[in-house]
Structure formats: C-alpha cells, structure tokens
C-alpha cells in the first residue's frame, strides 16, 4: 500500500511538470522536465538525454532517450502527458542522432513525435531536419 502510494505521488509529481526548451547551437530544440527536484528515473532519463545531446556525447544521448521512452511507455500517469512527454523524449532522440549523422533513424523519430502530440517543439526540429536534409 505504501509503494503503491510512493508511486503515485511519484508520477503526479511528474506529470504536473512542464516541458521547458534547452536551445542549441544546431537550432534545434530540446525539451527537458522543469522541476526542480527531478530525481524520479523517468525524469532522470529524460533530462539527461538533453543534457547528452547539449554536451555532443550523442551514442549515450540515443542510450538514455530510449530508456526514457521505454519508462514512459510503462507509466500509468494521464494518457494525454505520457503521449507529449514521449513525443518530446523521441524527439529529442531524433535530434541526437541526427547530429550523430544517423539521419534516417533522426528523421523518423522526428516523424514519429510529430505523429504522437502536436507541438510546436517537435514541428520545428522536424521542419530544421528536413531543412538539413534538403526534403
């Protein structure tokens, strides 16, 4: 009963949380959990992987962002959050590999997000990728 409440106060926590913007140098965008007190794993996962990205370690960037993924696909939190916060996750793996210059996997985990949540985030790393891509 406890646990289940720790994990419940856990993932509120989490999904009240909003997605800020970390720019890069390459123009495109990242997104990060804004909280403070980001010390669940997905929150970790996710924040790191933006972290890797901004500082080019792009192979554990891809490694972390997957992990991200995964845990929100196993999150029990509200359906619309889980899908914005794993169409951030995946776009933000898509930028890593895209500066990774694996654009085929970059370009459809961009395409992905953009399927999953419409954002203004996502559409714009897109737009820049295909721009990149000259599409």
Do not use: W
């Amino acid at each position: 009963m406890k646990l289940t409440l720790i994990k419940t106060i856990a993932l509120g926590s989490l999904f009240t949380c909003s997605a800020a913007v970390m720019a890069d140098q390459s123009d495109y965008k990242l997104m990060i959990i804004d909280n403070a007190a980001a010390s669940q794993p997905v929150e970790q996962s996710f924040n790191n992987c933006a972290l890797n990205v901004k500082s080019k370690n792009y192979a554990q960037a891809d490694e972390i962002c997957t992990k991200a993924i995964a845990l929100l696909k196993q999150s029990n939190g509200p359906r619309m959050k889980v899908r914005e916060l794993t169409s951030f996750a995946l776009s933000n793996r898509g930028v890593s590999r895209m500066m990774a210059n694996n654009d085929t996997a970059g370009l459809s985990d961009l395409y992905e997000a953009a399927q999953i949540a419409d954002s203004e985030m996502v559409s714009h790393n897109l737009t820049r990728a295909k721009e990149y891509l000259s599409l």
